[in-house]
């Protein structure tokens, strides 16, 4: 299995930038790809961005692109959210999870989850 701890959220005005981590741990060599989704009260889990651990292709939900950014530092195990222009809608906890096989980026059946962290973003 593999274990992951999301770290970095918080309560930030709407236009302002926050990044959240996703540190791996465990069977860290099977993961294919990380994914963050986030989801607001009373609202199903939403795909926000995704990375390939081999070849570090990124793909990005259409309400995020170009405000938002995914990268991961091999050496740490480590996925990095950043978020940039932030709204009142990106309000949610976002979680980090781990696909083991190849799969479809932005579908929510991944292996492994976070607990998720909470981003809060005031108008």
């Known amino acids: 299995q593999v274990q992951l701890v999301e770290s970095g959220g918080g309560l930030v005005q709407a236009g302002g930038s926050l990044i959240v981590s996703c540190a791996a741990s465990?069977?860290?060599?099977?993961?294919?790809?990380t994914g963050w989704f986030r989801q607001a009260p009373g609202k199903e889990r939403e795909f926000v961005a995704g990375?390939?651990?081999?070849?570090?292709?990124?793909y990005y939900a259409d309400s995020v692109k170009g405000r938002f950014t995914i990268s991961r530092d091999n050496a740490k195990n480590t996925v990095y959210l950043q978020m940039n222009s932030l709204k009142p809608e990106d309000t949610g906890v976002y979680y980090c999870?781990?696909?083991?096989?190849?799969?479809?980026?932005?579908?929510?059946?991944?292996?492994?989850w976070g607990q998720g962290t909470q981003v809060t973003v005031s108008s």
């Open positions: 990375i390939r651990w081999s070849g570090a292709k990124t």
């Open positions: 465990g069977r860290t060599l099977s993961i294919w790809a």
């Open positions: 999870a781990a696909r083991r096989e190849m799969g479809v980026i932005t579908e929510v059946n991944y292996d492994d």
